[in-house]
C-alpha cells in the first residue's frame, strides 16, 4: 500500500506541473498571436440604447 503512494505521488505531481506549464505557454502563444493581428477599424450604427437600469441591493 505505501509503495503505490510513493510511485502515484511523484506522477501525479509531474502532471500536475505539466498541465500548469502546458497552459502558461498556451497563454503567452495566444497573447503573442493576438498582438501580431492587425489591428481592424470598422464603422459601426448604434442601433439600440439601454435606458431602464435598475439596481438591487
Request: cysteine-free; overall charge positive; charged content about 10%.
Given at each position: ?14 502532471i ?21 493581428s ?20
Amino acid at each position: 500500500m505505501f509503495m503505490l503512494f510513493e510511485y502515484m505521488f511523484p506522477i501525479i505531481f509531474v502532471i500536475v506541473f505539466g498541465m500548469i506549464i502546458f497552459q502558461f505557454v498556451t497563454g503567452i502563444r495566444t497573447w503573442h498571436k493576438n498582438n501580431q493581428s492587425p489591428r481592424l477599424s470598422v464603422s459601426a450604427t448604434i442601433v439600440a440604447k439601454r435606458e431602464n437600469i435598475t439596481h438591487h441591493s
